[in-house]
């Protein structure tokens, strides 16, 4: 049981002292009140259930939104991600796509890496102890390592986009603004559910193109 709910509380913590200053919408102020979000988001009887069984498909992680469009005008289906931080290496993402046990998702995919706009990838996440760098039910997990200045690079084919982690906070289910496009720049979104094991909030890790492909 310690085990269980120590991620749980940690992350409680870090969120609130740590991530504080970049939260949009902070955590509930009791464990309670996040219970009761929780059962409203997916109505079910088990709030302390996992996230790798209630949110195997992306469009259940924003309740107010849904899928348009499987493809991009470019026709792009496919390409890969790799956070160096936190060990993940090339990791499959499919655009458009809705199953989250077989890739991370490109979800609402309006513009492409590389692109002026905002590109949101959701990945799924576990406790630490259930963690396992080649399973996409778990490949999130540590997302919450990451700190600003941190690279991701994408890989499109022979193409390689080099991005910058800009900032991180935590959002409720019903923030579907963290999904809006930016044409300022080009944006990479990565989300995941928080506390670990839980499907409560959502972690927001926003990075910003800092290298094109030479």
């Known amino acids: 049981m310690f085990w269980s709910f120590y991620p749980v509380i940690s992350f409680e913590l870090y969120s609130r002292f740590i991530l504080k200053d970049g939260i949009n919408s902070p955590l509930s102020g009791t ?26 498909q992306a469009h259940l992680w924003f309740p107010s939104t849904k899928q348009e469009d499987s493809g991009s005008k470019a026709g792009l289906k496919e390409y890969s991600i790799t956070i160096p931080k936190i060990n993940i290496q090339k990791a499959q993402v499919l655009v458009g796509s809705d199953d989250l046990t077989k890739s991370l998702v490109h ?26 760098e080649k399973d996409y039910k778990t490949i999130f997990t540590y997302l919450p390592s990451l700190e600003k200045s941190d690279r991701i690079l994408v890989h499109v084919g022979d193409l390689e986009y080099e991005y910058e982690v800009v900032d991180m906070f935590v959002v409720n289910p019903d923030k579907v ?38």
């Open 31 to 56: 464990v309670a009140s996040s219970v009761r979000e929780a059962q409203s988001v997916l109505g079910t009887a088990d709030a302390f259930s996992s996230n790798l069984k209630d949110f195997t």
């Open 107 to 132: 979800f609402l995919p309006k513009t492409m890496p590389g692109e002026f706009g905002n590109v949101a990838i959701f990945g799924h996440s576990t406790l630490p102890q259930l963690y396992n």
């Open 177 to 214: 603004s963290v999904l809006d496009q930016q044409y300022d720049a080009s944006y990479l979104t990565l989300i995941t559910c928080v506390p670990p094991g839980t499907y409560w909030k959502r972690l927001v890790v926003k990075a910003k193109l800092l290298r094109l492909p030479q």
